[in-house]
């Protein structure tokens, strides 16, 4: 292919259209607990300034909160998405001018993997910042790269802190990707000498300090909270970077945890390997790096596959460039790399599928149901608090009471529902009747419906209604 050839570009068209087309099917659905949680927190916000310093809470992703302060509460969901959606769209050619730098192929590849891969639509349809810090570390990838190879201009530098700004301020993981491109600045420029990578390090460093700032101040305050927090573990660990294996690459479900991330490693060094010298540099230090320094750090809730958000763009640039390496080599070298290409473009198909399917949940059903009785009572087994704010949001959206019963309460006043949360794709047991409560007052309970929910966001529901009362049949 022509550098520059009108083919290059009307693929490059083609495979952005696909990603928007996916991410705007994937903006559908109810919202799920942490986009409730952001709206809560905005009811504090009373003026945009209380985005930035007021609201003192972890879940505050700043640029994304700023939006919903925009729309409103009341906003259709789509539209509270919509810039999750514009910024996930545009993280497909932003990821296709960096990876060109190789190559035309690696830039058409690196498109289509951050187009079909499924954590990048997901998170690119999400109503919180991710979508944001995607698009913020590859534009500035690009830039550094720039600058590395041409030189630091007034308009490259100013560019820099621009996205790393902007990033910072869509979410705070983008200062760890942030490190990892001033490291990579410093490696690929030792030869050179250090002055580039130093005025890359202190434009990074200077344009990281406004949201860096904002979050201190939230934190310095008395009613800082954060989420619940997860001791690290090795299951916790393996279980969080093989979930991001999984939903970058289309990585295998039904795998045990340990197993994905060792052929994960195993597949990044083996496409490191078939790479220059150059481009290794930060897709090393993301894939590997950064997870490594999670653990040394003992950072909290690594379960999350979110949070290894830089490792998932480091791994899908390394996918692009890497195929792209084994393409040009010829032989059976190309066969390996439709091989891989092939199976990345299956088992995300297939996550895809299932979320389109399931969504991240379907709480709004739940709740009309539960609507049918008068100040419906009900009782959660797991996730309390979370599942109470989640009814909450959707009682007050229709116009109906649902009033939580804690477990001291369910003697003196039973339940009328029981709500069995389990996490997305579980193996959840939806039998048709179910006994629950204090063993001196248990209670009946039949189905009224099951919720489903799968990937990476939300919680699958379970309803049952109590069978002394029931007032629908079970179903």
């Known amino acids: 292919m022509v550098r520059g050839s009108n083919s290059y570009f009307?693929?490059?068209?083609?495979l952005t259209l696909l990603g928007v087309a996916l991410r705007l099917h994937a903006a559908q659905g109810d919202l799920w607990l942490d986009e409730i949680w952001t709206l809560h927190l905005l009811e504090r916000a009373h003026s945009i300034a209380d985005v930035f310093i007021g609201l003192h809470h972890d879940n505050n992703h700043v640029a994304n909160s700023a939006w919903l302060l925009l729309l409103g509460p009341d906003a259709p969901v789509p539209l509270m998405r919509l810039a999750a959606v514009v910024f996930g769209s545009l993280a497909i050619p932003a990821a296709a001018a960096a990876s060109r730098r190789y190559c035309d192929a690696a830039g058409l590849l690196a498109a289509f993997v951050f187009a079909a891969s499924y954590f990048f639509v997901h998170y690119g349809s999400e109503a919180r910042g991710y979508a944001g810090m995607f698009l913020a570390v590859l534009l500035a990838y690009g830039v550094v790269e720039?600058?590395?190879?041409?030189?630091a201009s007034r308009r490259r530098l100013l560019?820099?802190?621009?996205?790393?700004?902007?990033?910072?301020?869509?979410?705070?993981?983008?200062?760890?990707?942030?490190?990892?491109?001033?490291?990579?600045?410093?490696?690929?420029?030792?030869?050179?000498?250090?002055?580039?990578?130093?005025?890359?390090?202190?434009?990074?460093?200077?344009?990281?300090?406004?949201?860096?700032?904002?979050?201190?101040?939230?934190?310095?305050?008395?009613?800082?909270?954060?989420?619940?927090?997860v001791p690290l573990s090795p299951e916790?660990?393996?279980?969080?970077?093989?979930?991001?294996?999984?939903?970058?690459l289309g990585?295998?479900?039904?795998?045990?945890?340990?197993?994905?991330?060792?052929?994960?490693?195993?597949?990044?060094?083996g496409l490191l390997a078939v790479l220059p010298a150059e481009r290794r540099v930060f897709p090393a230090i993301a894939v590997f790096g950064l997870p490594l320094l999670h653990v040394a750090a003992a950072l909290p809730s690594q379960q999350y596959p979110r949070f290894h958000s830089t490792a998932a763009i480091g791994l899908a640039l390394l996918a692009a460039e890497g195929c792209?390496?084994?393409?040009?080599?010829?032989?059976?070298?190309?066969?390996?790399?439709?091989?891989?290409?092939?199976?990345?473009?299956?088992?995300?198909?297939?996550?895809?599928?299932?979320?389109?399917?399931?969504?991240?949940?379907?709480?709004e059903d739940a709740v009309r149901i539960m609507a049918e009785r008068p100040a419906a009572r009900y009782a959660v087994d797991f996730a309390r608090g979370e599942t109470k704010a989640v009814v909450a949001y959707y009682a007050r959206k229709l116009g109906v009471v649902a009033t939580p019963v804690a477990p001291a309460e369910w003697c003196a006043s039973p339940p009328a529902f029981l709500l069995v949360?389990?996490?997305?794709?579980?193996?959840?047991d939806h039998a048709e009747r179910?006994?629950?409560?204090?063993?001196?007052?248990?209670?009946?309970?039949?189905?009224?419906?099951?919720?489903?929910?799968?990937?990476?966001?939300?919680?699958?529901?379970?309803?049952?209604e109590r069978a002394d009362g029931l007032t629908g049949s079970a179903r």
């Open 10 to 14: 009307r693929a490059l068209i083609a």
């Open 146 to 151: 720039s600058i590395l190879v041409e030189g």
């Open 159 to 229: 560019a820099l802190a621009a996205t790393i700004g902007f990033g910072t301020f869509c979410h705070l993981t983008m200062v760890e990707a942030t490190a990892a491109l001033v490291l990579t600045s410093v490696v690929r420029a030792r030869r050179r000498g250090l002055g580039g990578a130093v005025v890359i390090a202190i434009v990074a460093g200077l344009a990281s300090l406004p949201a860096l700032g904002c979050f201190v101040y939230g934190a310095l305050a008395p009613d800082f909270q954060v989420g619940a927090m």
């Open 236 to 248: 916790i660990f393996a279980e969080g970077v093989a979930g991001m294996a999984r939903a970058t």
């Open 251 to 269: 990585f295998p479900r039904g795998v045990d945890d340990f197993a994905i991330v060792a052929m994960a490693a195993l597949l990044a060094l």
């Open 324 to 363: 792209a390496a084994l393409h040009r080599a010829g032989a059976w070298r190309r066969l390996a790399a439709i091989v891989l290409l092939s199976g990345f473009a299956a088992g995300d198909a297939l996550q895809l599928a299932d979320f389109y399917r399931y969504g991240r949940g379907h709480y």
């Open 421 to 428: 949360v389990d996490l997305p794709d579980s193996n959840a």
């Open 434 to 464: 179910r006994s629950a409560g204090p063993q001196d007052c248990r209670a009946a309970f039949l189905r009224r419906g099951f919720f489903p929910a799968s990937g990476l966001s939300g919680f699958a529901w379970t309803l049952y």
